[in-house]
């Protein structure tokens, strides 16, 4: 019934060139992200496709051959980021870009990022088939390692540093040997760089990590500001010695002294008002066996707002107490700082007010929001105007193989993506 | 002007057959250690040889080549054991055993394990330079896998379980897998086993890990008991979820569970009188990532005392708290005993007295002390008349790379061994 519905709606609009309420093809939308699971796809029945892997390559050459079936113009720039561009009909106009990142954190889903990246590619084959030609060239970027540093959204924003490129993801890469993997060049990152005015606009769908949408039964986020964040590596220094003969009370366990840091960057991260969040993620002790009291511990820590401030704020009262806590362990703690930096960032007010009357048009009900999660968008927003479409995800879970949105709701954003496009290829110059 | 002594004493000692003073060659044993520890060195000038490991593999083949020279009959067991004998003059004399480890902990040193191993072959290289015959057969015993849970001594007691086979070991090896890469069998453990009487008596050296001998000078540590010890598995399962859109009250973080619980370990093995001691030295968290709330922790325990009872009771109180600390969190928390246990075991009173008597007619000053770590020596007393002689370790480290004991102090215990053997091969039948 919905293919009926469609087929009657394509035939209704096409004289329109570009109606309000043009439709993707949900199901052919799926099948993108269902064939996109495959790159990586385990014994367990779960994905693992984190940035530079293998799987990562291989979704990536894939990405391209389906953008060349399309017959888009193809590239990979040298920050590793995949475009693929459609022509526009008036050589003066600047790209409209849209498109989000198919790397993935170890154990993560099939739809963070994957859905905007796959709404992509289908809004081109909806324009496609429907012979719908826009003024503004088009293009679609799939972002490199969105998920290790928003690293190719960052190098576009012209600000992936020389530091960045050391910092190593799970695959056992770092950043700069992930760019050569992915097909870039490290040496000529400058000329991947967009100055303010190279894009008209640009857009990003993805789903909604917090679960606002799905707890409030609703279809379409709109993404006024994303948080800030910053990632730290913390290293505890005592002595490794052997467990059955060091008494407790000559140790010098890195590993406890780590235990109570977790611990405190919970206890203060809650202790301040607002909305930001301080996480350890990882930990590594060495030796790391059952017999050896630990002699080094290395975690990383996370700290996010909207306000760089409150990110400083909270970061000076840790390493405060964590130096504190060394200190009478009689271990050593030291911070450095990863140059994964991402700063607060406010979307377009004129593309978040489109975004609503598309959506209304749609039929679609919507909420403004921000957004607690980094995302490629939050660098463009830097060198463009700049929107974010949110889907909801259920229960609000992400970076989890639990994590899920229905085809209906990636169709909605996905439709609400496609009209905004066509709106601000009316309206922009 | 060492060499000339011995050669004097050569001379005057062989009419005697075993004299007390007999003396083993300080250098020779000491380019044991130094050749031994080529086997697994790394760039950094440090060596590693887990059990089970390729270096781990070609130490063993230069030990048995080592053995040849020494025109010792030489076999691995169906557990991996490397077994050395120099022939009796008695035919009805059962074998006096000793020996000690080559495998070692993950950046462990060079000395815990070694010095008892390379003693013993430097004793049959004394015995043989001095024509001495015995009338028991010995044997020199290189036992596998002591670090990862006294593998080769636990089958030769005869009770090596079949769970134990399933546990792996930093390698990524299992034990199981790891006697087949020994050159072991094991559908055939149950030939390992040595049936008490079998046995005349056995004795290993060892670096004290304590530091006792070290701080109060002290040349020879006369081992009374064992301390028992058990491990444990324990996991936290909280659910994986994104960093920054998860708030803090609503995440069910396993790291965060699994720092409360290490800091509880320590507290509550505090809270006791005794001298028990409560370590975890190894930690996972998954996905183990600086942006994902950790769904998943994995730590080990380690419990360790004279008394079984003590052990027992700790664990109790360890387990009560970590329920409730899980509790608190919305986490989920197991725990796993791994087949690793070794029961606090006592040596024999006669072989004391000899190791004493030795000591003294050698000059050497001596202590009576307890053995906070677990030994090979622990399940061989199940099964026959055992000592073990402990030599100082500089500020008591070991299981560090810093583990360090002086030729001279080596030199000390290897002639205690010696001659221990000797009186032990006169007065037992």
Known sequence: MKKIRLIFLGILMLPLVAPAQLKVDQDRLEQLIFDLAKFGLQDNGETERVAFSDADIAA?????????????????????????????????????????????????????????????????????EKNISTRHPLEVIIFSNEEGGVMGSRAMAGHLGKNALSVVNSTGFSMGEGIIRLGGDTTKLKQVQRMPGEIAAFLELHIEQGGILDRENLDIGIVEGIV???????????????????????????????????????????????????????????????????????????????????????????????EE????????????LLDTTADPALTDIAIQQQIAKTSAKLGLSIKKMQSGAGHDAQDIALIAPTGMIFVPSKDGISHSPKEFTTAE?????????????????????
Chains 1, 2 share one sequence.
Request: with cysteine.
């Open 60 to 128: 990536r050459e894939w990405v391209i051959e389906e953008m060349k079936k399309m017959n888009l113009e193809t590239k990979i720039d040298f920050a590793g980021n995949i475009i693929g561009t459609r022509k526009g009909t008036d050589a003066n106009m600047k790209p409209i870009a849209f498109g989000s990142h198919i790397d993935r954190v170890p154990n993560g889903g099939n739809y963070d990022g994957c859905v905007g990246a796959m709404a992509a590619l289908e809004v081109m084959l909806s324009l496609n």
């Open 228 to 322: 800030g964040l910053k990632w730290w590596n913390v290293t505890f220094t005592g002595f490794a010695n052997h467990a059955g003969t060091t008494p407790m009370n000559l140790r010098q366990d890195a590993l406890l002294t780590a235990a109570k840091f977790i611990v405190a960057v919970n206890e203060l991260t809650n202790s301040m008002d607002g909305k930001q969040v301080g996480t350890v993620g990882r930990i590594k002790a060495f030796p790391g066996a059952p017999n050896v009291i630990p002699g080094k511990v290395v975690t990383s820590l996370e700290i996010r707002d909207l306000s760089s401030e409150v990110i400083t704020n909270l970061f000076d009262k840790i390493r405060q107490k964590g």
């Open 409 to 429: 709701d990636m169709a909605n954003g996905t439709n609400v993506l496609l009209n905004t496009i066509l709106e601000l290829d009316k309206k922009l110059n």
């Open 325 to 336: 806590i060394a200190k009478a362990a009689n271990v050593g703690i030291s911070f450095e």
